[in-house]
DNA sequence: CTACCATCCTGGTTGC
DNA sequence: TGCAACCAGGATGGTA
């Protein structure tokens, strides 16, 4: 669920909740998510300051002032709120559950436990096997087209399918890689090893410019995902194709009753929306 | 090396 | 209304 916008969404409202606050209280409700807890996860982290609080790709980095850092990851239902003064009570789900020193509570919910937790020594969290084979950052200062194309030599599977491999380029899931295919005019079929020159720097362009907007709105909220704060994201109402099916896309003038919309399909099991006519 | 597939799990939605 | 089947935004480890 949680792609790039929305764990960006929610670093950016733990940043004022975290950084330079001790965590006083820190408590693992069950042994596992995806995987195993680390053993004494909460009598590592107990007592300890966050220094900062950053995102690799969808992950969380929780970095403490002892040289270790917390890797985070949200999965597929993963949920945090904070709740500031008077806390509620746990909820199903509340898997992990952090407390400030200041005396803010921090729940990590997590329905279907595809989420994970790992801690990493912070000198080497580039290393870390979580992190190491990562892409690079659609939203970092470097990415454009060259380097797009670059990684994308020699894949002979689909470009939607590649946008996916988070070795080609970090963060991006389901939705946005839908979403940036439709603005860069590029067809989720087309093969990615073709995806080169002006086609590769107008889907660097798309994709920078889809999630950004996304970031803007706070995400997107089709199930599970919620800020912090427990307002939803917005930005589902700015869909291109995504969940359109059979509808006219924003940009064609064409009929959708005459030409059948935007098509859905299904690519290596996952669902793929784009409009025939726009991309290529 | 790359590509494909099943799989982990719960809950919401759909269809009979 | 009740219930079962199906579907979901991710990552990975095994197999081809």
Request: hydrophobic letters at 40%; a positive charge.
């Amino acid at each position: 669920m949680p792609e790039l916008p929305e764990v960006e969404t929610i670093r950016k409202a733990l940043v004022p909740v975290l950084e330079g606050r001790r965590l006083d209280r820190v408590l693992a409700r069950r042994p596992d998510l995806r995987r195993p807890i680390p053993s004494g996860f909460a009598d590592r982290l107990r007592g300890r300051r966050i220094v900062s609080v950053k995102r690799r790709a969808k992950y969380l980095l929780w970095t403490l002032e002892d040289g270790c850092t917390v890797i985070l990851h949200l999965g597929m239902s993963g949920r945090i709120r904070v709740f500031k003064g008077k806390a509620p009570p746990l909820e199903t789900h509340d898997h992990v559950v952090f407390e400030t020193d200041d005396g803010a509570r921090i729940c990590f919910n997590d329905s279907r436990r595809f989420g994970l937790m790992a801690l990493a020594d912070s000198d080497r969290l580039q290393d870390h096997p979580l992190l190491a084979t990562l892409g690079p950052e659609p939203l970092g200062p470097d990415f454009d087209g060259d380097v797009l194309a670059a990684r994308l030599k020699g894949r002979r599977s689909p470009i939607k399918a590649a946008l996916l491999d988070q070795r080609v380029v970090a963060g991006i899931g389901n939705i946005y890689a839908c979403e940036a295919l439709f603005h860069a005019g590029i067809s989720p079929r087309r093969l990615a090893a073709t995806v080169v020159g002006k086609r590769a720097d107008r889907l660097a362009a798309a994709t920078r410019a889809v999630l950004t907007k996304a970031i803007a709105k706070g995400g997107a909220s089709l199930r599970d995902h919620r800020q912090p704060n427990g307002e939803l994201g917005y930005f589902q109402h700015h869909f291109a194709v995504y969940g359109r099916a059979g509808a006219t896309c924003p940009d064609c003038d064409c009929d959708a009753a005459r030409t059948g919309g935007i098509r859905h399909l299904v690519q290596s099991g996952r669902s793929t929306f784009f409009c025939p006519h726009r991309q290529r």
